[in-house]
């Protein structure tokens, strides 16, 4: 099973009509329209317009999506504090294009200490490192760092068994902050 299958069946127990959740690399949408299926509200963030056109296509017929051509390290001035169930980080570059605004590790870190700050109480992220790819481990070895030294609870490391294959952290939030 592959990373974005793996994170599909993992989170779709967890949707629902009345959580507001967010997709922090919107890319070619897949995430997006998913989450729209399932969740009452999403936001989706990506900082290159010919993703968020991609997105757009898949979405359109679903009225709870708000796109935001953006960086999700911009996340706290859409979302209010305990409104969002759950955050997905899908990293990296946009497939099928110049890969011209891969994701960065200090943005990713700013994004991510946001999200965390934001979410609420029993609340998910979700985030998946592609060490294969340009800066992939710096962003990796940065973020898993952090989660670490933080104590942050990780429910979940998914990783195909291959040198260098994705992984996924599913990442719970048990009390307040
Ligand atoms: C691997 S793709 C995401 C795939 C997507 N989740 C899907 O289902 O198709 C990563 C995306 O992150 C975007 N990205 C890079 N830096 C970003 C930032 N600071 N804020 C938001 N998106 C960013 C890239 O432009 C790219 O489209």
């Given at each position: 099973m592959n990373n974005n299958t793996f994170v599909h069946k993992y989170i779709r127990p967890l949707l629902d009509k009345e959580k507001t959740v967010v997709d922090m690399t919107a890319g070619n949408g897949n995430d997006t329209l998913f989450l729209a299926r399932y969740a009452k509200k999403v936001h989706a963030f990506d900082i290159d317009a010919e993703a968020l056109k991609r997105t757009y296509e898949k979405v359109k017929?679903?009225?709870n999506v708000e796109l935001h051509l953006?960086?999700?390290?911009?996340i706290d001035q859409y979302v209010e504090k305990d409104e969002v169930s759950l955050f997905i980080f899908n990293l990296g570059y946009l497939p099928?294009?110049?890969?011209?605004t891969p994701t960065k590790a200090n943005e990713t870190l700013k994004a991510f200490q946001k999200a965390y700050s934001l979410l609420k109480e029993k609340g998910y992220i979700v985030i998946t490192f592609?060490?294969?790819?340009?800066g992939g481990y710096d962003e990796y070895y940065l973020l898993d760092d952090y989660i670490k030294k933080n104590r942050l609870q990780i429910l979940e490391a998914y990783v195909q068994d291959k040198i260098d294959s994705p992984i996924t952290y599913i990442i719970y939030k048990s009390v307040k902050d």
């Open positions: 017929d679903h009225d953006d960086s999700h390290a911009n099928n294009s110049d890969h011209s592609y060490l294969r790819q340009e």
